[in-house]
């Protein structure tokens, strides 16, 4: 393991030691890195994850985004599309300089999309959330209009604009736009 992965690791395991209640990577992105800036808005953690480095993904960024990204209200974890974060990553890009997404909803189990298709007619019964392969985003201090163009904009897959929710749909399916 490189010294830049072994520091990665040890700080986290440093902060979970900790009982901190907010999972981090604390180093600055480097070219040819791929960073993300997480914030759960129901459990209130939050991460700072470089995912991607030295032409791969890093397992233990995803092992760490997959947890923060669970269903929060039966605490499921799934594997999330890593092509959903390299997604992420083009979307944050355009939006500042290592900005916080808040996420509204990342992996859904069935149970969750289930109940909440019953209760309202805008929550597919299908859903990519099921797959981790879906997310509903926004950022602080952005219009949500420019939330929704910069998804547009990095043309990863499906785009849905929810203005009265205050939240940005992104998945990794066929490119549309609702």
């Known amino acids: ?20 209640p907010a999972m981090a990577r604390t180093s600055k992105a480097v070219p040819g890195e791929r960073t993300l800036r997480l914030y759960n808005t129901h459990t209130g953690e939050s991460l700072r994850s470089v995912f991607w ?44 300089r290592d900005p916080v997404l808040h996420v509204i909803s990342g992996y859904r189990s069935p149970e969750t999309n289930q109940m909440l298709a019953e209760a309202s007619d805008g929550v597919a019964r299908h859903s990519m959330h099921l797959e981790g392969k879906a997310i509903d985003i926004r950022m602080p201090g952005q219009s949500l209009a420019h939330v929704h163009k910069a998804a547009l904009n990095a043309r990863g897959g499906g785009v849905g604009y929810y203005p009265d929710s205050q939240f940005v749909h992104l998945d990794t399916g066929r490119l549309r736009r609702w």
């Open 1 to 20: 393991m490189n010294p830049r992965r072994s520091f990665l690791k040890s700080s986290v395991v440093l902060a979970s030691a900790l009982s901190l």
């Open 53 to 96: 480095a030295e032409g791969q993904f890093l397992p233990e960024s995803l092992t760490d985004i997959n947890k923060l990204l669970r269903d929060h209200r039966n605490n499921t974890v799934a594997q999330i599309d890593p092509q959903l974060l390299v997604l992420l990553n083009k979307v944050s890009t355009q939006l500042g």
